[in-house]
């Protein structure tokens, strides 16, 4: 409880295992990339960064991705499930570019440092602290991006994994705790940030998600963006990512049906009991239209819908 209770409260920082992470290098980088994913990267400047999808040709969506733009390269950090299909679907499309894509997953460490002290605590280790989302800097060996797993205020340390031992010392030895990874997700539930592989898949598109954030609709041509026009002149999606409070002291697993007066009317993606909350906090998928106005049910519990939407 000590890592849930600092991320909360003050900051702790955890180790978030096997991240893919890719370079991406050449002269056709900006107009490549910004082709590949829905948000706008041809305007980025170095220093500055920003959140995305990368859809297939039917809209549906491959992977997001958190993208710093550097003075010469990309940096592209995934999810882990989804680095070999992901470094394939790019690389099938490197065609008549002058891009290399490089996988530097293997070599590279990513530590999260999260909670509301969290600026304060990089400033007390003597490390510069990046201001507006996505934003990104060196410090040594590392470099530092206002990234969030969490939801809460949050900072991401890209180092060479020879220089791990040496950063985990330096934040032990500040007295900042190790949040443990489910820790970690109890309180991104809490905050109702959705994670790749759990609540967004290839079976979801961007609009049902509500993660418009990672969408500009004034971008250009890019991959699925034919379809994702289309829901936006179409003005809706049947289902919606929304964020769930549950009675109860048991999570419901992936998957459990949410009901309406009896009827099934969505599904569970996460869910984790919330110490801070006593109750269950969940994410799933819902079909908004058909439970407006009804008593919802997961697993025999009250679940009420919460007005703000994931995050």
Same mark, same amino acid.
């Given at each position: ?52 999808? !990368? ?17 010469? +390269? ?30 530097? +997953?293997? @070599? ?71 949040? +443990? ?43 699925? @963006? ?17 964020? !769930? ?33 006593? @109750? ?5 998928? !819902? ?25």
């Amino acid at each position: 409880m000590i890592g849930y209770e600092a991320l909360r409260a003050a900051a702790a920082w955890a180790e978030l295992g096997g991240r893919t992470v890719f370079h991406v290098t050449g002269p056709d980088r900006v107009r490549w990339l910004h082709a590949m994913v829905t948000n706008h990267v041809a305007r980025l400047a170095p220093g500055q960064g920003c959140y995305a999808f !990368l859809l297939d040709p039917q809209g549906r969506i491959l992977a997001d991705v958190n993208i710093l733009c550097l003075a010469g +390269s990309f940096l592209l950090d995934l999810e882990p499930e989804t680095r070999e299909a992901i470094y394939a679907h790019l690389d099938k499309h490197i065609i008549a570019d002058d891009v290399a894509l490089a996988d530097a +997953s293997e @070599q590279t460490t990513v530590i999260a440092l999260e909670g509301p002290r969290s600026a304060a605590a990089l400033q007390e280790l003597g490390a510069p602290v990046p201001l507006p989302p996505f934003a990104h800097t060196e410090w040594g060996h590392a470099r530092i991006a206002r990234v969030s797993a969490t939801g809460l205020e949050g900072y991401r340390l890209y180092l060479p994994r020879d220089a791990r031992q040496a950063t985990v010392a330096r934040l032990r030895a500040a007295g900042i705790p190790q949040a +443990s990874p489910s820790e970690l997700r109890t309180v991104r539930l809490e905050r109702g940030r959705p994670r790749y592989g759990d609540d967004i898949t290839e079976d979801h598109l961007p609009q049902e998600t509500q993660l418009l954030h990672a969408v500009h609709f004034d971008k250009g041509c890019y991959i699925g @963006q034919e379809i994702v026009e289309r829901i936006r002149a179409r003005g809706q999606v049947r289902r919606l990512l929304v964020r !769930l409070v549950i009675d109860g002291t048991e999570a419901p697993a992936a998957g459990s049906a949410i009901l309406a007066e009896g009827k099934r009317v969505g599904a569970i993606t996460s869910a984790a009991w919330s110490p801070a909350r006593a @109750q269950v906090m969940a994410l799933g998928y !819902l079909r908004v239209a058909e439970a407006q106005g009804l008593t919802l049910t997961v697993g025999g519990q009250a679940a009420r819908l919460l007005p703000e939407p994931p995050a």
